[in-house]
């Protein structure tokens, strides 16, 4: 392969990770597995948009993510709930992304910062470092070598589709783009959706699996990877710290398609179609939403069921009649 070749090598754990991922995907299966659960789809989305921005310190909880994305007013900084309608528009361009394209690359970011960062869609004119918190992980290249950089990194993906594994070439352009560091704002959210954009034209499962909230889940152990490889030269390590974030998050993806399987009354099917995953319900809530008028009705044919099946859960479970209880998707 002719032109710039980023420094790795394939290691026998990285053959392991990607035949155990390989297999898990063909648990779930195939895309329309997902395709057929919108709202599994919208809540993994809303997820993976609320972890990609934690991660850059956006306070939003998820609810507030949540109402955010469907145009319910938020109470907070307005440029944080910005973001994530951004992010939200963003990742809703997955399908249509080119991931070898510089004019993608730069209209993504600019969908990704609209109204946040004054360099919307261009490359950085100064200096820039990496930071965990207060700690600098790496200096980036100057700015001048930024649009080479880029273009050569580009031209390897383009070039390696059919080569090298899009799990393996996901995970080293990850790396490398966060390296670069092209942008004034936004890297590593970018470089986190290129890493999903990569997959898709893998599997199209990839759409909707989580992965940013598996990175933020070890998020000191993300940068320590980042941190280590630019040390040795090359993203080795990097590439085996996201192939374990993939092989955990996939475990996460088969547990819910497996629930929402089970087998259910129509009672709790209705119930769990009002409900969305990660918010918590009062018991009124759920009568509301279901129409009910019997407390009763709702725990004999509703919750207890569910909470029998796994599919739901109890805020305080060892105070099942608390006028405090609440009850959450799984």
Not at 8 to 23: A, D, T
Not at 58 to 75: F, I
Not at 84 to 99: D, F, G, L, Q, W
Not at 194 to 205: C, G, Q, S
Request: charged fraction near 30%.
């Amino acid at each position: 392969m002719n032109g710039y070749i980023p420094p790795y090598s394939i290691s026998e754990k990285m053959l392991e990770q990607v035949s155990s991922i390989s297999e898990k995907i063909g648990k779930i299966t195939s895309y329309r597995e997902l395709e057929s659960k919108p709202h599994l789809r919208r809540n993994n989305r809303i997820r993976s948009i609320y972890s990609s921005l934690k991660i850059e310190a956006n306070s939003l909880s998820l609810n507030e993510v949540r109402d955010a994305v469907n145009g319910h007013m938020v109470v907070g900084d307005q440029k944080e709930i910005q973001e994530v309608k951004n992010a939200y528009a963003a990742y809703e361009k997955i399908s249509e992304i080119n991931p070898a394209s510089i004019r993608d690359l730069k209209k993504i970011h600019s969908i990704m910062t609209y109204l946040t960062v004054e360099d919307s869609g261009v490359f950085r004119r100064g200096d820039e470092g990496v930071f965990s918190g207060d700690r600098c992980i790496f200096m980036a290249p100057p700015p001048n070598m930024v649009n080479s950089l880029i273009k050569d990194l580009l031209l390897w993906l383009k070039k390696s589709e059919g080569k090298v594994h899009p799990l393996i070439m996901a995970a080293v352009f990850h790396y490398e783009f966060v390296f670069i560091h092209p942008f004034t704002d936004g890297n590593g959210r970018m470089a986190r959706l290129w890493h999903t954009v990569i997959l898709y034209r893998w599997r199209n499962v990839f759409e909707y699996i989580p992965l940013e909230s598996q990175i933020e889940k070890f998020q000191e152990q993300y940068y320590d990877a980042i941190d280590k490889c630019n040390k040795q030269g090359n993203s080795d390590v990097f590439i085996e710290f996201m192939l374990d974030m993939i092989d955990q998050v996939l475990d996460e993806v088969i547990t819910q398609v497996e629930k929402e399987n089970v087998e259910t009354s129509e009672y709790v099917k209705k119930m769990l179609d009002f409900m969305e995953f990660d918010i918590p319900y009062t018991s009124k809530d759920i009568m509301a939403g279901l129409g009910l008028k019997s407390k009763e009705t709702l725990r004999k044919n509703y919750i207890n069921p569910a909470i029998e099946l796994g599919l739901i859960r109890m805020t305080i479970p060892d105070k099942p009649k608390s006028r405090n209880q609440r009850y959450v998707k799984l």
